[in-house]
């Protein structure tokens, strides 16, 4: 299956891709997780990026559909794929197309202003492994430890509630469109999401049919 999971920064996008994806063994493709491995490498494309991430703002089309070709095109996305953050503007979507990419679904995680504000203020990340928690609806067993891997957690620069209102900005305005782009090639089901992430869950595999 090829799925795109859209919604806003901090809807759980990620959270949910990574449940579908173990479910059905396909891999999940995060261009925010693609650059912020090159910011952290210092590579060229993670210094250039470097400034939109950190101000809320949307990397270049041309730079992010550029690690999307090369990422697709690895023998782990010949069975099916995730794209978790990708496309996030209809020029994303139309590369896509032009790509010869036929996206089975679209999963639209819905979710109101006022609670990804409460869910960004509580993320905390795993600076080595990149695992997701929240200190109040996903905690880690060991506070401020990795549950996974053991390191230290940390919060992303892009959760500072200043940039967290720009992302809710940039989001409404050139990625919410994509809503109607695919609802328009009937791929679209939106999940509302839920308070409790495996409620979210649920209702997820119900979309996909899992
Ligand atoms: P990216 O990393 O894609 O960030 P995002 O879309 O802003 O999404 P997030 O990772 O913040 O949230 P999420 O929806 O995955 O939520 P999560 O599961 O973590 O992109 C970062 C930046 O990279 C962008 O701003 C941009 O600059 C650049 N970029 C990336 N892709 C790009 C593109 N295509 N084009 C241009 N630029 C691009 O959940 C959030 C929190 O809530 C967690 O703590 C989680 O534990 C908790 N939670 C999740 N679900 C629930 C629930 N149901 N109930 C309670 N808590 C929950």
């Known amino acids: 299956m090829k799925i795109i999971f859209l919604g806003a920064p901090g809807a759980g996008k990620g959270t949910q891709a990574e449940k579908v994806a173990a479910h059905l063994n396909i891999p999940t493709i995060s261009t925010g997780a693609i650059i912020r491995a090159a910011l952290k490498e210092g590579t060229e494309m993670g210094l250039a990026a470097k400034a939109y991430i950190e101000a809320g703002k949307l990397v270049p089309d041309e730079v992010v559909i550029g690690i999307i070709k090369e990422r697709l095109a690895n023998d782990d996305c010949k069975n099916g794929f995730i794209l978790d953050g990708f496309p996030r503007t209809i020029a994303q979507a139309e590369a896509l197309d032009a790509m010869?990419?036929?996206?089975?679904?679209?999963?639209n995680i819905s979710v109101d202003d006022a609670t990804i504000v409460e869910r960004m203020s509580g993320r905390r990340v795993c600076a080595a492994c990149g695992a997701t928690f929240h200190t109040?609806?996903?905690?880690?067993?060991?506070?401020?430890?990795?549950?996974?891997?053991?390191?230290?957690?940390?919060?992303?620069?892009?959760d500072k509630p200043e940039v967290v209102a720009d992302r809710l900005r940039v989001y409404h305005e050139e990625t919410e469109p994509l809503e109607r782009y695919y609802d328009a090639k009937g791929i679209l089901k939106t999940v509302v999401g839920q308070e409790k992430l495996e409620d979210t869950t649920a209702l997820t595999f119900k979309a996909i049919g899992v």
């Open 136 to 158: 109040k609806f996903n905690p880690s067993a060991d506070g401020d430890k990795c549950d996974k891997c053991g390191a230290e957690l940390t919060i992303r620069k892009d």
């Open 100 to 107: 010869g990419i036929e996206i089975d679904l679209v999963v």
